[in-house]
């Protein structure tokens, strides 16, 4: 059996629900892959499984009570969180991210959980409803936009009798999520990547704008996986419907002319340039300083040409660099694609057609085209932004890897 985690140590956090005996299984594969395993019960898990169980599991002691120290020595919530190369939570119950969203240390997997500074991966187990509920949501919004990594529930028959979302993953989902953690090869190690993303912003007055329907969301999704790839990541940020993720340096902005400047300052130190944001075209020649008033039937406003970002990156592409640019379409994708790749000298450009469902603006996944100067270079069929970032990522090394190659 292969020992992949041998020499790490896994932190398995226990909460208070009928899933905690899938954390049972779970234990038992951690040992079995290798790992060193410690595991920290709530006073609510205990009423569900008992402590032996673990302790069987992991042949360590089962830590539950904060006060409960057991060598002189250490603090044992600082010594865990310490030594951990990984803290999971299986199951998380909705009490329990609530705590840890609020930065509450009242327990002893609470209080470990503030001290360590290891990799935690969430794992939600709950009623339908409850998982459903907006404050539940907010907190795993909260807590993802700090780095925590959530493997979200299955759905079926749950505890409760109702069927739907909620169900704790299988142990086996657990494994593999923890696997690509750990075997995410570092690519972008030592490489600059800029990306912009949302959708600017251009003044008609103090109240008033004229925007579009860009919210961030894959130029985010890309900003992560490059991150978790080794990059030192900047994401330049007009509007977004969603914050940036952490552990990258975000730069925000409102209209195009402002991501401009911001671009065109670190471009030239970038490897690897992403343009995901959505730009506007034109913007009002004029700005009011105070609101306007209603005045009339109608109203004329006239735009004039924002400066084009792309096409100065084209210009001022330095040999060795790589330019990937974005096309929202909604007919001819595949000539608009290309020839706006010509025009703008793009080393592969990523099109969509937003009228389709599931794919484009505000939406969780995305169905996209790469082209390169040969022409189609992968067909994506619907999927998560982040799966997207990760094959265009893939894509982008490759070329990074023949462009080493040629100047040897």
């Not at 004039?304 to 970002?309: F, K």
């Amino acid at each position: 059996m292969s020992q992949w985690l041998k020499g790490k140590t896994v932190v398995l956090g226990v909460t208070g629900g009928i899933a905690a005996f899938k954390g049972a299984a779970l234990c038992s594969k951690l040992v079995q892959a290798g790992a060193d395993v410690r595991v920290v019960m709530t006073a609510s898990a205990v009423k569900f499984i008992a402590p032996m169980t673990f302790q069987a599991l992991s042949r360590h002691a089962v830590a539950v009570d904060t006060f409960d120290e057991q060598d002189a020595s250490v603090i044992a919530h600082i010594d865990l969180a310490d030594r951990a190369d990984l803290v999971i939570v299986a199951p998380a119950t909705a009490n329990f991210m609530a705590k840890l969203a609020l930065g509450l240390g009242d327990d002893m997997l609470t209080t470990l959980l503030l001290a360590t500074r290891a990799p935690i991966v969430v794992c939600p187990a709950m009623n339908v409803h409850m998982y459903a509920n907006p404050a539940v949501q907010y907190n795993m919004d909260t807590l993802a936009k700090r780095g925590i990594r959530f493997i979200e529930p299955g759905e079926g028959q749950l505890a409760c009798g109702y069927v739907g979302k909620g169900r704790l993953a299988e142990p086996e989902e657990i494994m593999a999520s923890i696997g690509r953690l750990f075997d995410t090869p570092k690519l972008l190690a030592g490489k600059k990547v800029l990306i912009t993303a949302g959708g600017t912003i251009e003044r008609i007055d103090p109240v008033r704008y004229l925007t579009n329907d860009s919210s961030g969301k894959m130029g985010f999704a890309i900003a992560d996986a490059a991150r978790e790839l080794g990059a030192d990541v900047t994401v330049i940020a007009a509007r977004t419907s969603v914050e940036p993720p952490a552990g990258v340096k975000a730069v925000r902005v409102e209209s195009a002319e402002q991501m401009l400047h911001a671009v065109l300052e670190r471009c030239a130190q970038a490897d690897i340039i992403i343009k995901s944001a959505a730009v506007a075209d034109y913007r009002p020649l004029e700005t009011a300083d105070q609101k306007i008033k209603k005045h009339g039937e109608t109203m004329t406003i006239t735009l004039v040409r924002n400066p084009d970002i792309l096409s100065r990156l084209g210009e001022l592409k330095r040999p060795g660099q790589v330019l990937v640019g974005f096309a929202a379409e909604t007919e001819r994708l595949e000539e608009n694609a290309q020839d706006k790749l010509r025009r703008k000298k793009c080393d592969f450009l990523v099109a969509n057609d937003v009228s389709l469902e599931g794919a484009g603006f505000g939406t969780d996944t995305n169905i996209v085209r790469i082209y390169n100067e040969d022409g189609l270079v992968a067909d994506l069929p619907q999927q998560t932004k982040r799966e997207v970032a990760e094959k265009l990522l893939a894509i982008v090394y490759d070329r990074l890897q023949q462009e080493g190659v040629a100047k040897a």
